[in-house]
């Protein structure tokens, strides 16, 4: 069944402290905004969303704080390897016992949550397990152990996921003798074998069921890059198809929009994510891509200050149940529990329309589908000129660099107000009104670029952002910056050359506030609208991805 057949008023969450928590209903684009402390009586929640079974289940994250190995470039004997990572392990298992008490069907892990990060190709050796296929071979380390030599960390994981009767997700390293697969453009290393950072999957008996190899690697020298993108899902009995991918993965094509092009519409994400304000926070863009993809994201982050690590949370289209540790927080672990919708796949006229990202479109005429789209994002290409002297921006502009990248600015010098800025090929719609001030003065700016971003990545971009500068002066726009006291009733829109455009609303201290509206028209406008925030705005932003420019 689908989720629009019913909502899922309860969205719960069970942990000690203060999280938020809000529904939305998409119908009249109505929204209930709840913040939730809680430890809600599970079986009560359970009781009033299975009438329908099948229609809903319990999902999972821990937001892992892992015990490091100090000194990651030496090597270790695969003992002291399996001694370390039993560290790991330990928690995991009490955090997986109560999952289970708390009735989750699957629990996600993060990224790098049982070795660490930053080992070299060569001091990883003693962590890695060479992990069968599961597309080949039916396998259940906890029952069968000798099977596999050297699969210490595969058998513990599986009897976890056994031992609580839950779909168990976690991320490990795999060596994989060559060839694995012959491609001439990714030869066989040097050294004889591939090195992947992967995904596991465990069925509640054990059985090893997906094995997933992480696409876009970010600064790992310890891994390759596998020789062909891998598009990876399970079956569950209890919500049907999930996909995998991790971190790095969620910004680029492969594999996750061939994923939700297929129709899979659950996504399990860990992550070892590190935070980037003002554009790409963890639970901001983990929501934005829910409510952008039309997909369900279930993401494990790891916590670790240094890092700038921390952000994890289950989102649906219509939900989001997420944790992010303030400043000065105690650093450690959390597990989030929520009951969500099972999202089905969507029919072919439904998909089209989930795949351009919109929550709700301006015509609903059913033959919309068939006539207004493009099927291919490049035929967008011709409706966008690079020029865009048509639209001519509404005041003074300056260029502030932003995530790296060279914004053009306008400020919002008035209460209210209409403003418009371009760059390139994007040119940004803003209507504001402050509905509250703080006590302190507070400077906005409206941002647009257009173009390739280039440093720690490489990816094509339109974006256009709504944030609160750091300071007074416009070259502190774009600069990083967590509270803020201004309150702004707003809509913010733009015409953009791609369908996936994602959508985020982040508000003082790491709120998250689901937007009140979002429109797509068939040409490629989006629409945000917003009032009545909870918080000051720190962002409001529409993301667009421009896959299909990435290596041009
Ligand atoms: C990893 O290395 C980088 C620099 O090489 C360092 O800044 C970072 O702290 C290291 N991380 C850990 C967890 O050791
Ligand atoms: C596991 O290792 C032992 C000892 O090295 C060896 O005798 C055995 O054949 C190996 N088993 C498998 C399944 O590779
Ligand atoms: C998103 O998915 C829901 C069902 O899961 C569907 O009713 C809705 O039409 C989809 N939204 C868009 C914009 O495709
Ligand atoms: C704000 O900017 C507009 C456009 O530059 C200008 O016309 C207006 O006078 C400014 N308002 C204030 C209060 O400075
Ligand atoms: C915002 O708040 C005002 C005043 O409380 C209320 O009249 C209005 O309906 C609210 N708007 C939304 C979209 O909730």
Known sequence: MSADSGYFDLTFLCDVTAQSVFHHRLVGAAMYLSVALCFLVLTSAAGQTESAPGSSYVAAVYEHHPVLNPEPRVPLSRPEALRHVLKNLEIYEEQSERAAQLGAQILVFPEDGLQGFNFSRSSISGYLETIPDPQQENWNPCTEPGRHNNTEILQALSCMARRYNLYLVANMADLQPCPLTTS??????????WQFNTN???????????RYHKQNLYFENAFDTPPQPEIITFETPFAGTFGLLTCFDILFHEPIITL???????????????NQLPLLDTIQFQQAFSLGANVTLLASNIRNNHLIMTGSGIYTPFSATYHHAQRGDPEEGRLLVARVPVLE??????????EEGTVRKKSTSSTDTDSGYCHQESCLD????????????SSVTFTSSMMYDPFTFVLLNETEGQLDVCHGTVCCHLQYRQSQQGHSKELYALGAFAGTHTVNGRYALQVCALVRCAGLES?????????AETK?????????????????ILASRYVLEQPELLEKTADGRVTMKHSNMTGGLVTACLYGRMYHRDNK
């Not at 596991?200 to 997906?210: E, I, K, N, T, Y």
């Open 200 to 210: 596991v999957v465990f069925r509640s008996d054990g059985h090893l069921v997906a």
């Open 260 to 274: 939700v092009e297929r129709g899979v519409r659950q996504l399990i994400f860990p992550t070892a994510w590190m």
């Open 488 to 504: 702004m009733d707003f809509l913010l829109e733009a015409m953009f050359g791609t369908r996936y455009v994602y959508p985020s």
């Open 345 to 354: 796949p969507l029919g072919e006229g439904h998909r089209v329309t989930s």
């Open 382 to 393: 011709s409706l966008y000129p690079e020029a865009t002297s048509a639209v001519s921006p």
């Open 475 to 483: 070259s502190t726009c774009g600069q990083e910056v967590e509270e």
């Open 184 to 193: 001439p453009s990714s030869p066989c290393p040097p050294d004889g074998h």
